[in-house]
C-alpha cells in the first residue's frame, strides 16, 4: 500500500505528488484551498485519525498534479502522531514514497525559524519550491526580505506569495511546473554539514542501518536520514516502523556521546541554525526600528487576567447561546420537512410493513442525521474563526491551570462547552487539539454533560412528579431541580475527566510549547470549507451509523407484529360508534382504545420484550419494565424516551413533554401492590439514570467516526451506563433507606 | 545566572543552559531556543503560571513549572 500515492498497480499512470508542507501557521492550508479550489478529497491515512487532504492541479504544462496537504510540523523530529505522518510523506518513509516536489511554505515573518526546517527537507534530496508566504506583513514591520539572495543562498526558486491575499500563485504554479519537469533545477542538498570528526563517525555508524528502501541509492539520503536517526530515536518515543537495528545503534552512539561530554542534538540544531544566523541579516534587511506589534497590544487586552477572562466568557456565552438557541429554528425546520415527508409517503403508499419502514425507521432515521447540521455547521464556523484568527492558542492559554488540573488540554474547553448544546457537534470540535490522547479523553468525557437531549426527559419527569412548590419562599423546587442536574452532571464529566487522566490515559506528561500566532483575519473561504467538510464528513461516516441503528431499533420496536392490528382498531372504532355516544366522549373512547391496543402491540415487540428481560437489572434502580422499554427506545436519541413512553402508556407517539395527559397517566401508574410506580424518588433516580448514560447512538457513531474504531464508542458506552447504574442505584436505595419512597 | 522567574516581563535575557527531557529540548531548539540565543519575556499570566516569550520574533507560551531548569544570564 501507497497511501501519499495511487495504488502501486496504477503507478504507470499516477499523478506526481506535490506535498504542501511547513510550520504550523504559516497559512499552509489556506495557500493549498487557494490553488485546489473546491475540487478536494478528505481521506484518512491508513491506521491513523490524522486526516489526509488532496486535490487535483492542472499546470500550464497541461500535466496534472496531485497536491497534499501534510499536517503542520517545526521539524522533522516528532512529538505527536501527526507531525509524525507530516514527517514520513516528506521524507518519503516508509510506508510512503517521496513526493516529487514539496512545496514549502514558509512564514515571512519568522524567517530563520522556518528555514530550520527548509535546510533539514533540502538534506534529504526533495525538490523543492519555497512559497514566502505573508510577505505583505513585512512592510508593516520595517522589514523586507531580499527574495533573490535568499534563493541563491538556498540554491530553491523562492516565490513570495500572500495566501490571503491571493497573490504570487501564477508565478508559484509556474515555478512547479518547471521543477516537475526538471527536477534538478531545484538543487536540493545539504546545505549545513556536519564538519566534527566525532559526529561524522555518528553518522557513517548509523548509516550503515538506514533501510536501503529509504535511501533510494543516495548518499545524500543516507546521511540526511542518519542525521534524522541520531535526533528523532530515544527509549520512549513513539515512532512506528524504526527497525531494531537502527534504534539499537543509535542508542549506542548517544550514549557514547553522552559519556565523552557531546550533546548531538544541540551539536546538529546548532549546526543548521549557525548556517541560518550566519545569512540572515543578508537575506532580511530591517528598514526602521521595531515597533511593538499590534498583536502585543491586543493581547495586553486579552490576555489580561480580568478583561481577558471577561472577554473570552462572553465570546463563549456567544457560542453556546447560538447553539443552544439560534440554531433552533432550522433545527425545527428540518423535523418539520421530515415529518412532512413521511406524511407524504404516508399519503402515497399503501399503508403496510414496507410504507411504515420508510416512514419509521428511514426517513426518521435520516432525519435525526440531518437534524444535528444547523449546531454542526455553526459550531465549525465559530471553531474556524477562532482557529484563523489565532484566538484559539489564547483560549489554551487563559484555560491552561485550569484544564490542566482536570488533565485536560487547554483547548479541550470550547468542544466541552459545546457538549452542552450537543455532544455530536462537540466530539467532531475535538479536532481543534493535536494529540490523539488529547482528543480521546475529551471525547470520552463530553457525553456527561448536560445535553439539549436530555431537557425533555428530566421537563416530564419534574413536570409530573416534583409539585410546582416554592423553597425557602422563593426558589421554584422544579427551577432548582432543573439547575441541579446541570451542576451534578457538570461536576460528573469533571471528576470522570480527572480520573480517566490520571488512569486510563495516563502517559508520559508532556511539557506544554504553545505557540501565540500573530492576530489575523480569518480567510474566509477556508473557514467555510472546514465547516462544509467537517459536515459532509460527519454525514457520511456517522450517518450511515445513525441510520443503521435506526432500523435495527425501529425493527425492534415493530417486530413481531400482528398484522391484523389495523382490522381490530377499525373494528374497535366501529363498535365505538355503533353506541352513538356524544361527538366528544366517541373521539375519547376512540383514542382510549386505539391508544391501549397500540400499547399492547408494543408490548410484545421484541423491544417491549426486551424491556421485560433487562427489568430485573434496573428494579433495583427504582424502573419497573415499562420505563425499560422506554429506556430501549431512548438509545436511538434520549428524547425520544418521550414519545416511547406516550406509546407504552396508550397517550399516542404524538406527545411531548409537557402533555398532561402522559403527566397524570405516569401519576397513576401503579405497581401491583397498589403503590404508585412513580414517586419523586423513582423520579430522581430516573433523571440521574439519563444524565450520566450514553443514551445515544449518535454520540457512539460520532465517537466511531472521530477515533476509527469500535474500542471507544464501546468503552464509552460501558463505562457510562455502569456509572450511570450506580449512581441510581445509590440515590434509589439510599432514599428508600432513609425512609423516601 | 537567573531563572525565568527572575526576568520580569518587558526584559530581556540570553539563554545559557537549557533543562527537562530530550524531547522537550529538541523541540526548543528546534524553535531557535539555543544558548545564546536572545529571548524577551512579553508577559506573564496572571491566571496559571504560563510565561509567553519571543524567541527570533516568534512568540511561544511555556509553563514556567516545565521551564524551571532552564538558566539565562543578563543581556550584555
Redesign the interface.
Known amino acids: 500500500m501507497n497511501p501519499v500515492r495511487a495504488a502501486p498497480a496504477a503507478n504507470a499512470s499516477r499523478l506526481p505528488v506535490v506535498a504542501i508542507a511547513g510550520n504550523p501557521n504559516t497559512g499552509k492550508t489556506t495557500l493549498f484551498n487557494r490553488m485546489t479550489g473546491s475540487d478536494q478529497k478528505v481521506g484518512n491515512y491508513p491506521g491513523v485519525t490524522v486526516e489526509r487532504h488532496s486535490g487535483k492541479l492542472k499546470l500550464g504544462s497541461g500535466r496534472t498534479v496531485e497536491l497534499v496537504d501534510v499536517p503542520g510540523t517545526y521539524s522533522l523530529s516528532a512529538r505527536s502522531r501527526e507531525e509524525e505522518i507530516a514527517i514520513q510523506a516528506v521524507a518519503g518513509l516508509t510506508p510512503f514514497e517521496p513526493p516529487d516536489l514539496v512545496v514549502l511554505v514558509v512564514d515571512a515573518t519568522q524567517l530563520s525559524r522556518n528555514l530550520y526546517m527548509v535546510l533539514q527537507v533540502l538534506e534529504l534530496g526533495v525538490p523543492i519550491v519555497v512559497a514566502l508566504n505573508m510577505t505583505d506583513m513585512l512592510a508593516g514591520r520595517g522589514e523586507e526580505i531580499d527574495v533573490a539572495h535568499l534563493s541563491r543562498e538556498l540554491g530553491l526558486p523562492v516565490v513570495p506569495v500572500s495566501a490571503l491575499h491571493g497573490t504570487g500563485f501564477d508565478e508559484l504554479v509556474r515555478e512547479i511546473d518547471r521543477v516537475i519537469a526538471k527536477p534538478d533545477s531545484a538543487q536540493p542538498g545539504a546545505r549545513w554539514s556536519p564538519d566534527s570528526s566525532a559526529l561524522l563517525a555518528d553518522i557513517n555508524a548509523v548509516a550503515a542501518c538506514i533501510p536501503q528502501p529509504w535511501k533510494r541509492g543516495s548518499t545524500d539520503r543516507e546521511r540526511a536520514l542518519s542525521l534524522w536517526a541520531l535526533l528523532s530515536i530515544e527509549d520512549h518515543d513513539e515512532l512506528v516502523g524504526v527497525p531494531t537495528d537502527l534504534r539499537r545503534v543509535v542508542t549506542e552512539r548517544r550514549k557514547l556521546a553522552t559519556d565523552a561530554g557531546r550533546q548531538i542534538d544541540l551539536e546538529v540544531i546548532r549546526g543548521r541554525y549557525g548556517w541560518i544566523d550566519a545569512r540572515i541579516d543578508a537575506f532580511l534587511k530591517r528598514k526602521g526600528p521595531v515597533a511593538r506589534s499590534l498583536t502585543e497590544s491586543i493581547d495586553a487586552v486579552l490576555l489580561n487576567p480580568v478583561f481577558g477572562f471577561a472577554i473570552f466568557l462572553t465570546l463563549m456565552g456567544l457560542v453556546f447561546q447560538s447553539l443552544f438557541s439560534w440554531a433552533d429554528p432550522a433545527m425545527k425546520l428540518v423535523e418539520s420537512l421530515f415529518d412532512g415527508l413521511a406524511t407524504l409517503v404516508r399519503g402515497t403508499l399503501p399503508p403496510g410493513l414496507f410504507q411504515q419502514f420508510l416512514t419509521d425507521g428511514v426517513i426518521a432515521g435520516v432525519g435525526s442525521i440531518v437534524v444535528f447540521l444547523p449546531q454542526i455547521l455553526l459550531l465549525f464556523l465559530f471553531i474556524g474563526v477562532l482557529e484563523d484568527s489565532g484566538y484559539m492558542a489564547r483560549v489554551a492559554f487563559l484555560m491552561d491551570r485550569i484544564m490542566r488540573a482536570l488533565g485536560l488540554h487547554g483547548r479541550a474547553f470550547v468542544p466541552m462547552l459545546s457538549g452542552y448544546a450537543c455532544a455530536v457537534p462537540a466530539i467532531l470540535a475535538t479536532r481543534t487539539m493535536e494529540r490523539q490522547r488529547d482528543r480521546t479523553l475529551t471525547m470520552m468525557v463530553i457525553p456527561l454533560m448536560t445535553c439539549s437531549a436530555r431537557l425533555p426527559v428530566y421537563t416530564l419527569i419534574i413536570g409530573a412528579l416534583f409539585p410546582a412548590a416554592l423553597v425557602f419562599g422563593f426558589m421554584p423546587t422544579q427551577g432548582l431541580l432543573m439547575v441541579g442536574m446541570y451542576l451534578f452532571s457538570t461536576l460528573m464529566a469533571l471528576a470522570a475527566a480527572a480520573v480517566l487522566s490520571r488512569t486510563m490515559f495516563k502517559g508520559k506528561r508532556v511539557p506544554l510549547i504553545l505557540e501565540m500566532p500573530p492576530y489575523r483575519f480569518p480567510h474566509w473561504p477556508s473557514v467555510l470549507r472546514m465547516m462544509l467538510q467537517r459536515s459532509k464528513a460527519f454525514l457520511v461516516t456517522a450517518g450511515s451509523v445513525i441510520l443503521l441503528i435506526s432500523i435495527i431499533l425501529w425493527a425492534l420496536l415493530t417486530f413481531p407484529r400482528d398484522a391484523h392490528l389495523a382490522d381490530k382498531i377499525a373494528a374497535a372504532q366501529a363498535r365505538v360508534v355503533a353506541q352513538h355516544l356524544p361527538l366528544d366522549q366517541e373521539a375519547e373512547q376512540v383514542a382510549d382504545i386505539v391508544g391501549g391496543m397500540r400499547g399492547e402491540a408494543l408490548r410484545s415487540t421484541y423491544g417491549g420484550r426486551l424491556g421485560h428481560l433487562i427489568e430485573p437489572v434496573i428494579k433495583p434502580l427504582g424502573f419497573d419494565w415499562k420505563i425499560g422499554v422506554g429506556l430501549v427506545g431512548a438509545f436511538a436519541a434520549r428524547e425520544v424516551f418521550v414519545s416511547t413512553m406516550g406509546v407504552v402508556y396508550g397517550v399516542g407517539d404524538k406527545v411531548d413533554e409537557k402533555s398532561t395527559t402522559l403527566r397524570a397517566k405516569i401519576r397513576a401508574e401503579e405497581r401491583e401492590d397498589g403503590k404508585p410506580v412513580y414517586t419523586p424518588l423513582v423520579g430522581l433516580s430516573l433523571m440521574i439514570f439519563f444524565a450520566l448514560a450514553c443514551q445515544c447512538m449518535s454520540t457512539l457513531a460520532a465517537v466511531y467516526r472521530e477515533t476509527k474504531s469500535w474500542r471507544w464508542p464501546v468503552f464509552l458506552f460501558a463505562y457510562m451506563t455502569a456509572l450511570a447504574w450506580v449512581a441510581s442505584f445509590i440515590v434509589y436505595q439510599g432514599g428508600r433507606a432513609l425512609g423516601f419512597a | 545566572m537567573k531563572r525565568l522567574h527572575d526576568i520580569r516581563p518587558g526584559e530581556s535575557a540570553r539563554l545559557a543552559q537549557l533543562g527537562?527531557?530530550?524531547?522537550?529540548?529538541?523541540?526548543?531548539?528546534?524553535?531557535?531556543l539555543?544558548?545564546g540565543t536572545r529571548v524577551r519575556l512579553?508577559?506573564r499570566?496572571?491566571?496559571?503560571?504560563?510565561v509567553?516569550l519571543e524567541v527570533?520574533?516568534?512568540?511561544?507560551?511555556?509553563?514556567r513549572s516545565?521551564?524551571s531548569e532552564l538558566l539565562f544570564e543578563r543581556e550584555r
Open positions: 527537562g527531557e530530550r524531547s522537550f529540548q529538541r523541540r526548543l531548539m528546534e524553535l531557535g539555543l544558548p512579553v508577559r499570566a496572571g491566571v496559571g503560571d504560563l509567553e527570533r520574533g516568534g512568540h511561544i507560551s511555556l509553563r516545565e521551564v
